[in-house]
């Protein structure tokens, strides 16, 4: 079946309604998209809206030697727990001093949106129960990336992050997995 092109405003309100209806269980709500499409963005707005909601990014289980984003530590650390009825407990990768940081909990029955580049990846075996794909123009996310991490990390950008990205979505084609596409242009 293919995605549903939704306003950004009406994915919050169907994963409010859906919070509403799951009360006691862990609702995983997955949001998708290249490097600066606002994603991120579009994760506060849904913990904004969604009373209990917790956001998980997938840049928070960066680390040394970790090409993409480490999905065994978060499988560890947040997917099993959580599955099992237990609160989640990780450490959040501080990217400017290069090294772990401070530790979250996440408790079990929540609504937990993880968010990040391929963060709807096969490998991580999430049960979503509702994904989203972030589409914005590539001018857009580049603008955005300047904005955010400044002219130094353009290249890194250029020369890591985009092919990652796009070998990643070529493979798994998330973009067509998911159930809503929202508007990353539209203001948060």
Do not use: N
Request: glycine residues 8%; negative net charge.
């Amino acid at each position: 079946m293919a995605p549903r092109r939704v306003a950004q405003a009406e994915a919050v309100a169907e994963i409010k309604a859906l919070a509403a209806s799951r009360a006691d269980l862990t609702t995983f709500i997955g949001i998708d998209g290249p490097g600066g499409a606002g994603k991120s963005a579009l994760a506060m707005r849904i913990r904004a809206a969604v009373p209990g909601a917790h956001v998980v990014a997938v840049d928070d289980f960066a680390g040394p030697r970790v090409p993409e984003w480490d999905w065994l530590r978060f499988i560890r650390q947040v997917r099993d727990p959580l599955l099992a009825g237990r609160a989640a407990h990780y450490q959040r990768w501080d990217w400017d001093r290069d090294e772990g940081a401070e530790w979250h909990d996440v408790p079990p029955g929540a609504v937990v949106v993880i968010e990040g580049v391929s963060s709807t990846r096969d490998e991580a075996g999430v049960p979503w129960r509702l994904t989203l794909w972030v589409d914005t123009a590539r001018e857009t996310r580049l603008a955005r990336a300047l904005q955010r991490d400044g002219e130094a990390m353009m290249a890194t950008w250029v020369t890591e992050w985009i092919p990652s990205e796009e070998a990643y979505i070529s493979a798994q084609r998330p973009q067509q997995r998911a159930d809503l596409v929202v508007s990353g242009a539209e203001p948060s």
